[in-house]
């Protein structure tokens, strides 16, 4: 028989979502001009994310749907948000990112001709067809922060005596 009392579960330490977003969302778009879209977005948000996440990460975490919705732009617009599911679920990602963020990552608006990542120059017309080099450093680059920084959730966990509010 099941055990189905709910006062044997305990609430997660660590929060599930992805403090990056999962490389396979880069990897597995179909369209050419969202690949584009997405990678601009990342681009634009990353060292204002990586910056927040080292000195003052959020509470809760993306899901990778709502890093879907993120990369996919989300509108900056001071309209009142619709009622539907999807309004709902960006207006989450817009509070956990914050306004600066999603400000920062709107896609093909105001992009520059070329960007700079790890010493190449990579035109922004080619994102649609990245350079190959340029996908595996970005993919990379995605997989080791999320390993690192999952290692260090759960070290923050497995050995919370070793860590002082200092260095929190």
């Known amino acids: 028989m099941l055990d189905k009392n709910l006062q ?4 997660p330490h660590i929060d599930p979502g992805y403090r990056f977003p999962k490389p396979t969302l880069f990897a597995n778009v179909a369209s050419p001009q969202r690949k584009k879209t ?3 977005n990342w681009l634009a948000a990353r060292p204002l994310w990586i910056s927040r996440v080292d000195v003052r990460p959020p ?3 993306l899901s990778p749907q709502m890093w879907r919705d993120f990369l996919n732009t989300i509108s900056i617009s001071t309209e009142q948000p619709s009622s539907t599911y999807s309004a709902a679920s960006k207006s ?3 509070d956990i990112l914050g306004d600066d963020i999603v400000h920062l990552a709107q896609g093909l608006a105001g992009a520059p001709e070329a960007i ?3 010493g190449m120059e990579v035109q922004v017309a080619s994102l649609s067809d ?3 080099q340029f996908m595996r450093s970005l ?4 997989y080791e922060l999320n390993f690192r920084y999952e290692l260090l959730a759960l070290d923050r966990v497995l050995a919370a005596h070793l860590w002082t509010s200092d260095e929190s």
């Open 130 to 132: 990245p350079p190959l």
């Open 92 to 94: 989450v990602v817009r």
């Open 59 to 61: 509470s809760k975490f």
């Open 38 to 40: 997405y990678l601009l």
């Open 116 to 118: 700079t990542w790890c």
């Open 8 to 11: 044997r579960t305990t609430s």
């Open 139 to 142: 993919l990379w680059e995605l």
